[in-house]
């Protein structure tokens, strides 16, 4: 069965840091393409970040460019995501997301694109 994980979500000052990690168990995605989405109260899920299968290319929502950054370590299995300048309309709840899709993906924008999720993990940004 497979699983993907969340954790490392909590409260944190504006302007702090956190940093995401993603794990998954029961296959590899070390081929995949992952992704970071988010939902806010009230809100749709949003494209955070993704990342391709070698780590060579990384993509971004504009709202997080230039604070966020995702990163992989296939050897383990595991995608991060390093969140600097924390802004209180960050808080949400953040998702992991795994891609069936072998190494090249046309769309990594799409939550369609990705095929197993985790449970999220909180993020809480105070002012």
């Known amino acids: 069965q497979v699983q993907v994980v969340e954790s490392g979500g909590g409260l944190v000052q504006a302007g702090g840091s956190l940093t995401l990690s993603c794990t998954a168990s029961?296959?590899?995605?070390?081929?995949?393409?992952m992704g970071w989405f988010r939902q806010g109260p009230g809100k749709q899920r949003e494209f955070v970040a993704a990342?391709?299968?070698?780590?060579?290319?990384?993509f971004y929502g504009d709202s997080v460019k230039g604070r966020f950054t995702i990163s992989r370590d296939n050897a383990k299995n595991m995608v991060y995501l390093l969140m600097n300048s924390l802004k209180p309309e960050d808080t949400a709840v953040y998702y992991c997301?795994?891609?069936?899709?072998?190494?090249?993906?046309?769309?990594?924008?799409?939550?369609?694109?990705?095929?197993?999720w985790g449970q999220g993990t909180q993020v809480t940004v105070s002012s």
């Open positions: 029961g296959r590899s995605f070390s081929n995949n393409p």
């Open positions: 997301a795994a891609s069936q899709v072998y190494r090249y993906s046309n769309d990594y924008v799409s939550p369609r694109r990705y095929d197993y």
């Open positions: 990342i391709s299968w070698s780590g060579g290319s990384t």
